[in-house]
C-alpha cells in the first residue's frame, strides 16, 4: 500500500503540473480518500512503477504525454485522470475550468503543446518501459 | 378461491414510466391496486444538491465532489464507454442492486436495468414523440386508440414543444403543449444555420426543430417551471422534468392504492379467478406470495421477460428482442469557439433533427442535440487522445462549442438478437437472463449509412463531427419486443389487449409487445400502451 504521505506527494505534483498553483488541503485529503476505493488499489507492480517516478517530478510530463497518445488504459492515465476531476471540482481551482476566450496566442499555445506532445510522448514511452 | 380473500383487483409489479401510467389509468377506474415494486432510492445525494444555478454552486460549493464525483468516486469513468456510464451520482442508484438482483449475462449487449422507485424514468432525457400511423402499425400498436392514450398521457406528464419543421415527429401535436423552454447558443447558432439550409435539407429528408420533452415551461399542481439551474442531470427538487414517482406519490394519497417497496417479483402462477404473485424481499430473500385477480408487469422489458419466462417454468425458449442501435456524434461549432460561456446552459435535448427520406414517416432515424456543460471536463477527458495538459486547453477552447447528437436508429427484428432464461444457483434468483445480440450486416451498414449522412447534414449546418462514440448494443436504453403482439393466441406473445397470451388474468404494460422500435424517442409512447392496456382490463 502506498503510505498516505506518498500519495500526497504524487497529488501534489500531479496538481502542480496540471494547474502550475499550489495544492489545497482538499484537494489531497480526496485523492487520499479516492486511494482507499477498490477501484483504486494498485497492484505490487504498479506501485512500484509509481515510487520509481515520484522522486522524479519531471517525468509527469513525459509520461502524461505518453499514456495519452499511445497507453489510454495505462494505470498512471487513471491516476492522472482522477487528480483532475478532483481538481476541477474544487472551489480554488473553478476558474482553470471555465471557457477560454479565443485569442490567437491561445492556439499558437495549443498547436505548440500538440506538437512538442508528440516527442515527450516517445521519450515518455521510453520511461515507462526502463520503469517497467 | 373466496372473492373476498383477494385484498387487490389488480397488482401493477414496477413504478416506471409504464407501471405508473398502469396504475394511474386502474386507479381512476376506481379498481384498488397494490404496486410492487424494487423501490430503491437515493438516500445520499438529494440533501447535498444546492438549490443554486450550476455556475454559482461551481463557484461557491466545497461539497460539489460529492455529487459531481460520487462519495466513492463512482462518477469517473473509465475503460470503454458503456451504457449507463453517464449517469450522475445521484442518478447511479437506478441500477444499484441490478446486477446481484436481477442478473443479466451478455458479451454483446449491455442495457441498463432498474429496480428504483420510478424505474429509469429517474433519468430519463424526457424525449417525446408520437409514433406515425405507419410507426404504430409496425409496432403491432392500434392507431385511433393510440392517438387519444397520447393525448391523456401528455395532459398528465406535462409536455412542452413547438410547433415546428420537427411538429410532425415530435409531440408537438399534443393539444396540451406548453411552450418549449429557451435555447442555449449551441441550439440557437444550429438552428439559424438550419432555417438559412432548410430547404436543401428537407429535399434530402432532414427537418430539425425543438424537442418535444416532458418538462413543464408552466407551472402545474406543485411542479414549477423549469428553473435553468443546468442541474438537469443531478436532482428533480422543482419538478419540472417529468418522472414517475411523482405519479405514484400522487396515487398514495389514494384510498384504492397501496404502494409495497423492496421486493423482486420471481413469478406469477394463476388459479382459475386469481393470480399468486411470488415475490422476494430485497434486504433478507424471505419470500412472500401476493393475491390478486388481475396482475399488471411493468417491470421493464427484459424484468417482465424474466418473470414470464420463469413463470412459465421455461428456461429454453429464445425470446426475441429489439433495441434501438445507439451512438454519439461528438461535434463541434467552430462559430462558437472561444465564445463566452451562457449564462445558462440546458442539459436537456436542445433540438431533434429527423431523417425522413422517403417522406412516408416509417423509417426515421432521429439524432438529439444536446450542449455540455454539466457534466464537466472530467468526462470528455478520457475520450480524448491527448495529454491531460494539452487535453484541458483543448477543452477549455472547445466547451462553448460542444455539440452532442445522440443518434438512435429504428429497430426491426432479426435471428441473432434474443434472450434466454438460464438456471444459475450462485444468483439470488437461481438464473439469469442471457442475451445474444447481434445484428445482421445489413442493419450495420444502414446504421453506418444514417451516421454518415447525419455527419453530412451537420458538417452542411457548420457542426463538424469530432468523433462518433459507438457506446455498445443496449445503450440506447430503448428495449422491446419481447413478447410479440399477434392475435394467434400463440405462447410468450400478448394479445392486443396487453393480456399474455395463454393467461387468463395477466397483462403486460411496458414494452414487451412491440413488434418494431421506431428511432424516434419510446417512452410516450409506452406510456400511452401502458394506459391503454390498463383502460381495457375488465374484471368478469
Ligand atoms: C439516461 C436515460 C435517458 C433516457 N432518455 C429517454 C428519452 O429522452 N426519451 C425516451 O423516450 N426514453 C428515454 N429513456 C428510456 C426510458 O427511460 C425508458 O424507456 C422507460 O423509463 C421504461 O419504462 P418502464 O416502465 O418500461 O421500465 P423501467 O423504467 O425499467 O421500470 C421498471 C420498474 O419495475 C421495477 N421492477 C423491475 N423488475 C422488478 C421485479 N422483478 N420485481 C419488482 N419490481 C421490479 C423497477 O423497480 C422499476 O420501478 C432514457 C433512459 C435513460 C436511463
Known amino acids: ?132 | 378461491m373466496e372473492d373476498s380473500l383477494i385484498r387487490w383487483d389488480m397488482i401493477v409489479v414496477g413504478s416506471g414510466c409504464t407501471g405508473a401510467m398502469a396504475a394511474q389509468t386502474l386507479v381512476e377506474r376506481g379498481f384498488k391496486v397494490l404496486m410492487i415494486d424494487g423501490g430503491l432510492k437515493d438516500e445520499i445525494y438529494q440533501s447535498l444538491l444546492p438549490d443554486k444555478d450550476f455556475l454559482t454552486a461551481r463557484q461557491t460549493d466545497k461539497q460539489q465532489h460529492r455529487y459531481f464525483l460520487g462519495d466513492k468516486f463512482e462518477g469517473i469513468p473509465f475503460g470503454h464507454v458503456k451504457a449507463g456510464e453517464h449517469l450522475t451520482p445521484p442518478r447511479k442508484f437506478m441500477t444499484q442492486l441490478t446486477q446481484q438482483k436481477i442478473p443479466l449475462q451478455s458479451s454483446t449487449f449491455s442495457p441498463i436495468e432498474s429496480l428504483a422507485y420510478g424505474g429509469l424514468g429517474n433519468g430519463w432525457g424526457l424525449g417525446c414523440c408520437v409514433f406515425s400511423e405507419a410507426e404504430l402499425k409496425a409496432c403491432g400498436l392500434p392507431v385511433a386508440e393510440m392517438n387519444e392514450a397520447y393525448e391523456v398521457v401528455g395532459k398528465r406528464i406535462g409536455v412542452s414543444g413547438a410547433k415546428d419543421d420537427a411538429a410532425n415527429y415530435t409531440a408537438a401535436r399534443l393539444d396540451s403543449l406548453q411552450p418549449s423552454i429557451g435555447l442555449d447558443s449551441v441550439g440557437k447558432n444550429l438552428l439559424d444555420n438550419y432555417q438559412q439550409k432548410k430547404t436543401t435539407l428537407n429535399r434530402k429528408g432532414f427537418y430539425m426543430g425543438r424537442p418535444s420533452l416532458a418538462l413543464i415551461t408552466e407551472a402545474v399542481d406543485d411542479r414549477k417551471p423549469y428553473p435553468y439551474k443546468d442541474f438537469d442531470f443531478y436532482s428533480d427538487k422543482d419538478k419540472s422534468a417529468y418522472r414517475p414517482w411523482i405519479t405514484v406519490d400522487k396515487l398514495k394519497t389514494q384510498a384504492n392504492f397501496a404502494y409495497d417497496s423492496g421486493w423482486v417479483v420471481e413469478s406469477f402462477e394463476e388459479t382459475p379467478d386469481s393470480v399468486i404473485v411470488h415475490a422476494r424481499k430485497i434486504s433478507d430473500a424471505s419470500k412472500q406470495p401476493f393475491m390478486c385477480k388481475k396482475l399488471v408487469l411493468g417491470s421493464g422489458v427484459l424484468g417482465t421477460a424474466r418473470i414470464v419466462l420463469r413463470s412459465a417454468n421455461a428456461l429454453s425458449p429464445k425470446l426475441p428482442l429489439l433495441s434501438n442501435p445507439f451512438s454519439y456524434l461528438a461535434c463541434s461549432q467552430p462559430f462558437l469557439l472561444g465564445k463566452d460561456l451562457d449564462p445558462y446552459k440546458i442539459g436537456f435535448a436542445q433540438l431533434s433533427m429527423f431523417l425522413d427520406e422517403d417522406g412516408t414517416n416509417s423509417y426515421v432515424p432521429m439524432g438529439s442535440v444536446y450542449s455540455y456543460r454539466a457534466m464537466l471536463l472530467f468526462h470528455l477527458l478520457k475520450e480524448s487522445p491527448l495529454d491531460v495538459k494539452t487535453a484541458h486547453l483543448f477543452l477549455q477552447f472547445m466547451m462553448p462549442s460542444f455539440t452532442i447528437m445522440g443518434l438512435f436508429h429504428p429497430e426491426s427484428y432479426s435471428a441473432e438478437k434474443y434472450v434466454q432464461l438460464e438456471k444459475d444457483n450462485t444468483t439470488f434468483s437461481g438464473d439469469k437472463l442471457k442475451v445474444n445480440y447481434v445484428p445482421t450486416a445489413k442493419e450495420d451498414e444502414l446504421v453506418k449509412r444514417n451516421e454518415k449522412l447525419f455527419g453530412q447534414a451537420l458538417r452542411s449546418l457548420n457542426c463538424f463531427v469530432l468523433r462518433n462514440i459507438a457506446p455498445g448494443h443496449g445503450a440506447s436504453i430503448h428495449y422491446g419486443g419481447t413478447l410479440p403482439f399477434s392475435d394467434t393466441n400463440e405462447p410468450f406473445h400478448l394479445l392486443p389487449d396487453g393480456r399474455l397470451c395463454g393467461s387468463k388474468n395477466v397483462y403486460v404494460a411496458d414494452g414487451s409487445g412491440f413488434t418494431f422500435l421506431p428511432g424516434k424517442g419510446l417512452t410516450l409512447s409506452l406510456m400511452a400502451n401502458a394506459h391503454l392496456v390498463a383502460k381495457q382490463i375488465r374484471l368478469d
Not at chain 1, 13 to 25: D, L, P, V
Not at chain 1, 79 to 90: G, H, P, S
Open chain 1, 1 to 132: 500500500m502506498m503510505s498516505e504521505e506518498e500519495l500526497r506527494q504524487e497529488m501534489r505534483q500531479y496538481i502542480r503540473y496540471i494547474t502550475g498553483r499550489k495544492s489545497t488541503e482538499h484537494a489531497l485529503q480526496l485523492f487520499v480518500r479516492a486511494n482507499e476505493q477498490p477501484s483504486f488499489l494498485l497492484n505490487q507492480e504498479e506501485e512500484n512503477q509509481l515510487r520509481k517516478i515520484l522522486p522524479h517530478p519531471i517525468l509527469i510530463p513525459l509520461i502524461d504525454c505518453a499514456t495519452g497518445l499511445f497507453l489510454p488504459n495505462h494505470f498512471l492515465r487513471k491516476r492522472m485522470t482522477l487528480a483532475f476531476a478532483i481538481i476541477e471540482t474544487d472551489t480554488a481551482y473553478v476558474d482553470l475550468f471555465m471557457p477560454r476566450p479565443f485569442r490567437i496566442y491561445g492556439f499558437a499555445q495549443l498547436a505548440f503543446r500538440g506538437t512538442t506532445a508528440v516527442f515527450k510522448a516517445i521519450i515518455g514511452r521510453v520511461v515507462l518501459w526502463k520503469i517497467a
